[in-house]
C-alpha cells in the first residue's frame, strides 16, 4: 500500500539509495515480449506519423498507455517527436496512474534500473521532493508507465527516467511535485480517457475531456474521464501555471484499430509548449 498521504512539507522517504532491477510486469501482454518483434513493432509505429518539419519539443507530452495494438499508433503521434528533437532530451519525467496498488499521494521507485525486453532503463533517484515518498509497490504489477519505456528506449535511447506513481491526490500537490521534478526534464502524462462505453458516447465524453485539457482546467475534468485522472489534473494545473498551450495531436478509441464499438477506451496524445 501507499500508507498515509504525504504533506507538501514531507519528502517521505524519497531520496534513499536506489539499487536492484524491476523486471517488466506486462511484456508479453501488453507489448511484445521478444526484443526483436518490439523493436519493429515499435519502430514502424513511430516511423507512420509525419512530424511537421517546424515541430519544435514541448514541454510535456499526454500519451495514452493501453496495449500496442489499440493505443500505439496515438501514442507514437508523441514518440515520432521526441525521436525527432532527442539530441535536446536529457531527461524523462513519467507520471501516471496506479491500477493495482492502493495509493495515496505520489510515489517514486527505489528500483535503479527498470528492465524491459530491450533491456535497461536507467531510473533517476530523487531526494527531499515534498509530497513524494519512495514506494515500489505500486510500481511494481503497473502498466501505465511500463509500456511507455520500449518507446523511449526506441526514441531517446539512455535518458534516464522518472516514474511517478500518482494515487488519489490534490491536485496542487501533483503540481507541486510535477514542477519539483521536472525542470530540465520533458514531462509525459500517461493516461487513457474514457472506458467501455459505446464509441459514439466515448467520443463525446472525450471530446469534453480534451477541451478541458485544451483550456487547462483541471477542475473540468471528471473522476470518470481519465483513468489517470489525478496525474492528468495535475498536470494539466502544471502547466496553466507555466503559462503552456496545448496542442491536440490526437484523440481516438479503441474503435480506431479494430476494438469493439460497443465497449471502447479512449486515447489522448497532446503536446503542452
Same mark, same amino acid.
Request: aromatic content about 4%; proline content about 10%.
Given at each position: 500500500?501507499?500508507?498515509?498521504?504525504?504533506?507538501?512539507?514531507?519528502?517521505?522517504?524519497?531520496?534513499?539509495?536506489?539499487?536492484?532491477?524491476?523486471?517488466?510486469?506486462?511484456?508479453?501482454?501488453?507489448?511484445?515480449?521478444?526484443?526483436?518483434?518490439?523493436?519493429?513493432?515499435?519502430?514502424?509505429?513511430?516511423?507512420?506519423?509525419?512530424?511537421?518539419?517546424?515541430?519544435?519539443?514541448?514541454?510535456?507530452?499526454?500519451?495514452?498507455?493501453?496495449?500496442?495494438?489499440?493505443?500505439?499508433?496515438?501514442?507514437?503521434?508523441?514518440?515520432?517527436?521526441?525521436?525527432?528533437?532527442?539530441?535536446?532530451?536529457?531527461?524523462?519525467?513519467?507520471?501516471?496512474?496506479?491500477?493495482?496498488?492502493?495509493?495515496?499521494?505520489?510515489?517514486?521507485?527505489?528500483?535503479?534500473?527498470?528492465?524491459?525486453?530491450?533491456?535497461?532503463?536507467?531510473?533517476?533517484?530523487?531526494?527531499?521532493?515534498?509530497?513524494?515518498?519512495?514506494?515500489?509497490?505500486?510500481?511494481?504489477?503497473?502498466?501505465?508507465?511500463?509500456?511507455?519505456?520500449?518507446?523511449?528506449?526506441?526514441?531517446?535511447?539512455?535518458?534516464?527516467?522518472? *516514474?511517478? =506513481? /500518482?494515487?488519489?491526490?490534490?491536485? #496542487? !500537490?501533483?503540481?507541486?511535485?510535477? @514542477? +519539483?521534478? $521536472? *525542470?530540465? =526534464? /520533458?514531462?509525459?502524462?500517461?493516461? #487513457? !480517457?474514457?472506458?467501455?462505453?459505446? @464509441? +459514439?458516447? $466515448?467520443?463525446?465524453?472525450?471530446?469534453?475531456?480534451?477541451?478541458?485539457?485544451?483550456?487547462?482546467?483541471? @477542475?473540468?475534468?471528471?473522476?470518470?474521464?481519465?483513468?489517470?485522472?489525478?496525474?492528468?489534473?495535475?498536470?494539466?494545473?502544471?502547466?496553466?501555471?507555466?503559462?503552456?498551450?496545448?496542442?491536440?495531436?490526437?484523440?481516438?478509441?479503441?474503435?480506431?484499430?479494430?476494438?469493439?464499438?460497443?465497449?471502447?477506451?479512449?486515447?489522448?496524445?497532446?503536446?503542452?509548449?
Amino acid at each position: 500500500m501507499g500508507g498515509a498521504p504525504p504533506t507538501g512539507d514531507d519528502p517521505g522517504r524519497a531520496g534513499e539509495e536506489v539499487t536492484g532491477d524491476r523486471p517488466p510486469a506486462v511484456a508479453g501482454a501488453f507489448y511484445p515480449a521478444d526484443p526483436a518483434v518490439l523493436t519493429s513493432t515499435v519502430d514502424r509505429l513511430m516511423d507512420t506519423v509525419d512530424v511537421p518539419a517546424d515541430d519544435e519539443l514541448a514541454a510535456a507530452y499526454v500519451v495514452p498507455h493501453a496495449g500496442y495494438r489499440y493505443s500505439g499508433a496515438t501514442a507514437a503521434r508523441v514518440y515520432a517527436r521526441l525521436r525527432r528533437h532527442r539530441v535536446h532530451i536529457g531527461r524523462i519525467v513519467l507520471v501516471g496512474p496506479a491500477h493495482r496498488v492502493r495509493l495515496d499521494g505520489c510515489a517514486a521507485p527505489t528500483t535503479a534500473r527498470w528492465l524491459t525486453p530491450l533491456g535497461p532503463v536507467p531510473i533517476e533517484p530523487v531526494t527531499g521532493i515534498g509530497g513524494l515518498s519512495a514506494d515500489d509497490a505500486p510500481h511494481a504489477p503497473e502498466h501505465s508507465l511500463e509500456v511507455q519505456l520500449p518507446f523511449l528506449q526506441r526514441a531517446v535511447p539512455g535518458v534516464p527516467v522518472l *516514474p511517478i =506513481a /500518482v494515487g488519489v491526490s490534490k491536485v #496542487d !500537490l501533483v503540481a507541486a511535485v510535477i @514542477d +519539483a521534478t $521536472a *525542470p530540465g =526534464a /520533458v514531462l509525459l502524462c500517461s493516461t #487513457d !480517457l474514457s472506458h467501455y462505453k459505446p @464509441d +459514439a458516447e $466515448a467520443r463525446q465524453q472525450d471530446e469534453r475531456t480534451a477541451r478541458a485539457i485544451e483550456a487547462l482546467r483541471p @477542475d473540468l475534468i471528471g473522476l470518470r474521464d481519465a483513468c489517470g485522472v489525478f496525474a492528468l489534473r495535475g498536470t494539466v494545473e502544471w502547466a496553466r501555471r507555466a503559462g503552456l498551450r496545448v496542442r491536440r495531436l490526437a484523440l481516438t478509441t479503441s474503435a480506431d484499430s479494430g476494438g469493439d464499438p460497443g465497449r471502447v477506451v479512449g486515447y489522448p496524445a497532446f503536446a503542452l509548449a
